[in-house]
């Protein structure tokens, strides 16, 4: 199959000869096209299920036959896999691991992949520079494949990761019709952040653009992913700065269990867990994450984002629904430190009451969600200031599906030093309701406390909430 490829190539360049010595009029008579391919210097490699590791076939534009060569499946989707930046000049581990996850959700589909290596593995500026001649190839690669096979763009699903997501989006806005989608995989922020829509990725590029932000810390332009939205749907895992399980202490505990081999593996921890959510999200497919829109990372914290009304959430990764907002807005999740990622999300409200003022500031408290299914215990929030009368909201997370919430406990805890006053007479509040919301099922819990009221004092016992009586039988009763 390899040589049978070169073989073509080099029948291509042969020809290419041909026609510039006969002035390039009267060429396209035997292998129509072949002649305005030549200067194409990214390769297609169409990978298989049985092999998703090594580019054995290539489609060549302009070589009809290379196209039946390599078994591509004209009435199935394509996805069309192109990379960043690399270092060494080779693949990276992550393009099998994609490439398997892809054939595993879609057995029939067509996976491609873009080897534009060569242009990659120069200085960072040279190779971003190139995302243009990458995104022009490919784009006269599927304009080459409708024209040639009348195979539908519509079935083209661009995934672009880094550098790779601008080449993506430069691609999308050259084809004559537009691809179906282009996923962004924390697509590249140096020379990009400021750039104008037409030269990076941007929402006109596909019928419909989504990216997820995995690595965007630092300050705008100097972050190495793009901190703005540039897709119809623009996810932030975890705020899209910096990922749990990438920071430094992991970096020691994987450097003395795998050796120091592996540390460039770490530099890239937040930037390709983009790759890996998606994945994530094609081999979990019952389970797709949620994320939600939100004006900004700090109400998202505050829990105050976790609406699904008027497609406020969206499925991350695969699964996601189209949804084109008129203006592109940021959407947020919490996520695990490793597959499967998927978290639950809750926004908790509390009011403390009390008839004296008392004011505290950085207070550490406790909370354990019971279900139907499992439990969530001791799960650990700061509230930077609690103060009688008022009502505070905060997001919480469990790792597991708790099913529907039954009780919860909360616990003030003592501060790490000693305080004499605290010592004397510990502070407390009284707390008749918690109200809860869960952002996975859409469904809002009341807790009321056991007692009339319960008094929640500093350092000492949890206090126990159970699910209110409904209001029908409150009324009944009162
Ligand atoms: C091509 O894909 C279709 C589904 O899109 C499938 O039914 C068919 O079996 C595939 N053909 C081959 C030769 O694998
Ligand atoms: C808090 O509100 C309750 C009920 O409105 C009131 O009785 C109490 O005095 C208030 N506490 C303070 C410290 O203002």
Same mark, same amino acid.
């Given at each position: 199959?390899?040589?049978?490829?070169?073989?073509?190539?080099?029948?291509?360049?042969?020809?290419?000869?041909?026609?510039?010595?006969?002035?390039?009029?009267?060429?396209?008579?035997?292998?129509?096209?072949?002649?305005?391919?030549?200067?194409?210097?990214?390769? !297609?490699?169409?990978?298989?299920?049985?092999?998703?590791?090594?580019?054995?076939?290539?489609?060549?534009?302009?070589?009809?036959?290379?196209?039946?060569?390599?078994?591509?499946?004209?009435?199935?989707?394509? !996805?069309?896999?192109?990379?960043?930046?690399?270092? /060494?000049?080779?693949?990276?581990?992550?393009?099998?691991?994609?490439?398997?996850? @892809?054939?595993?959700?879609?057995?029939?589909?067509?996976?491609?992949?873009?080897?534009?290596?060569?242009?990659?593995?120069?200085?960072?500026?040279?190779?971003?520079?190139? /995302?243009?001649?990458?995104?022009?190839?490919?784009?006269?690669?599927?304009?080459?494949?409708?024209?040639?096979?009348?195979?539908?763009?519509?079935?083209?699903?661009?995934?672009?990761?880094?550098?790779?997501?601008?080449?993506?989006?430069?691609?999308?806005?050259?084809?004559?019709?537009?691809?179906?989608?282009?996923?962004?995989?924390?697509?590249?922020?140096?020379?990009?952040?400021?750039?104008?829509?037409?030269?990076?990725?941007?929402?006109?590029?596909?019928?419909?653009?989504?990216?997820?932000?995995?690595?965007?810390?630092?300050?705008?332009?100097?972050?190495?992913?793009?901190?703005?939205?540039?897709?119809?749907?623009?996810?932030?895992?975890?705020?899209?700065?910096?990922?749990?399980?990438?920071?430094?202490?992991?970096?020691?505990?994987?450097?003395?269990?795998?050796?120091?081999?592996?540390?460039?593996?770490?530099?890239?921890?937040?930037?390709?867990?983009?790759?890996?959510?998606?994945?994530?999200?094609? @081999?979990?497919?019952?389970?797709?994450?949620?994320?939600?829109?939100?004006?900004?990372?700090?109400? !998202?914290?505050?829990?105050?984002?976790?609406?699904?009304?008027?497609?406020?959430?969206?499925?991350?990764?695969?699964?996601?629904?189209?949804?084109?907002?008129?203006?592109?807005?940021?959407?947020?999740?919490?996520?695990?430190?490793?597959?499967?990622?998927?978290?639950?999300?809750?926004?908790?409200?509390?009011?403390?009451?009390?008839?004296?003022?008392?004011?505290?500031?950085?207070?550490?408290?406790?909370?354990? @969600?019971?279900?139907?299914?499992?439990?969530?215990?001791?799960?650990?929030?700061?509230?930077?200031?609690?103060?009688?009368?008022?009502?505070?909201?905060? @997001?919480?997370?469990?790792?597991?599906?708790?099913?529907?919430?039954?009780?919860?406990?909360?616990?003030?805890?003592?501060?790490?030093?000693?305080?004499?006053?605290?010592?004397?007479?510990?502070?407390? !509040?009284?707390?008749?309701?918690?109200?809860?919301?869960?952002?996975?099922?859409?469904?809002?819990?009341?807790?009321?406390?056991?007692?009339?009221?319960?008094?929640?004092?500093?350092?000492?016992?949890?206090?126990?909430?159970?699910?209110?009586?409904?209001?029908?039988?409150?009324?009944?009763?009162?």
């Amino acid at each position: 199959m390899k040589s049978q490829a070169l073989l073509l190539v080099a029948l291509g360049v042969w020809l290419q000869s041909l026609t510039a010595s006969r002035g390039g009029v009267a060429a396209t008579a035997e292998i129509p096209g072949q002649r305005d391919f030549g200067d194409i210097e990214s390769k !297609f490699a169409l990978r298989t299920p049985e092999n998703t590791v090594d580019d054995t076939c290539h489609l060549i534009p302009g070589v009809t036959e290379s196209v039946a060569n390599c078994h591509f499946n004209h009435s199935s989707k394509t !996805f069309v896999v192109i990379h960043g930046w690399t270092v /060494t000049g080779m693949y990276e581990s992550w393009v099998p691991k994609l490439v398997a996850a @892809l054939y595993k959700r879609e057995p029939d589909s067509n996976v491609i992949v873009v080897d534009w290596l060569m242009r990659a593995q120069q200085h960072y500026p040279v190779s971003a520079g190139y /995302t243009k001649l990458v995104g022009n190839d490919v784009a006269r690669f599927i304009n080459w494949m409708e024209e040639e096979f009348n195979y539908a763009v519509d079935n083209v699903h661009l995934l672009g990761y880094s550098l790779g997501a601008h080449a993506a989006g430069i691609a999308g806005s050259l084809t004559k019709n537009k691809v179906n989608r282009i996923t962004g995989l924390d697509p590249a922020g140096p020379n990009f952040e400021y750039a104008e829509a037409p030269s990076r990725l941007s929402p006109d590029d596909a019928d419909f653009v989504d990216v997820l932000h995995t690595f965007t810390r630092g300050s705008p332009g100097r972050s190495i992913g793009i901190q703005k939205p540039v897709g119809h749907v623009d996810i932030y895992p975890n705020g899209g700065t910096f990922q749990p399980g990438c920071n430094v202490g992991e970096a020691i505990r994987v450097i003395a269990e795998k050796g120091l081999g592996d540390v460039d593996q770490l530099v890239k921890c937040s930037h390709e867990r983009s790759i890996h959510l998606f994945i994530d999200s094609l @081999l979990n497919e019952e389970n797709p994450s949620k994320a939600y829109r939100c004006n900004s990372k700090e109400a !998202f914290e505050k829990g105050l984002c976790l609406s699904c009304r008027k497609n406020r959430c969206n499925n991350m990764g695969y699964e996601i629904n189209k949804v084109r907002a008129k203006r592109n807005s940021k959407m947020y999740l919490k996520t695990r430190s490793q597959m499967p990622y998927k978290v639950f999300h809750y926004q908790v409200k509390i009011h403390f009451s009390g008839t004296e003022m008392s004011e505290h500031k950085n207070q550490a408290f406790e909370i354990s @969600l019971y279900g139907t299914v499992a439990e969530s215990e001791n799960i650990a929030f700061t509230l930077p200031e609690v103060s009688t009368n008022k009502t505070y909201s905060f @997001l919480l997370y469990t790792e597991v599906d708790i099913g529907e919430l039954l009780m919860l406990k909360l616990k003030w805890n003592s501060d790490s030093y000693f305080s004499w006053s605290e010592w004397w007479s510990s502070p407390d !509040f009284v707390i008749q309701k918690i109200r809860v919301k869960a952002g996975e099922t859409q469904k809002k819990v009341l807790f009321c406390s056991r007692n009339k009221a319960s008094y929640l004092t500093k350092g000492k016992e949890p206090v126990v909430f159970v699910k209110c009586h409904d209001k029908s039988v409150t009324k009944k009763s009162g």
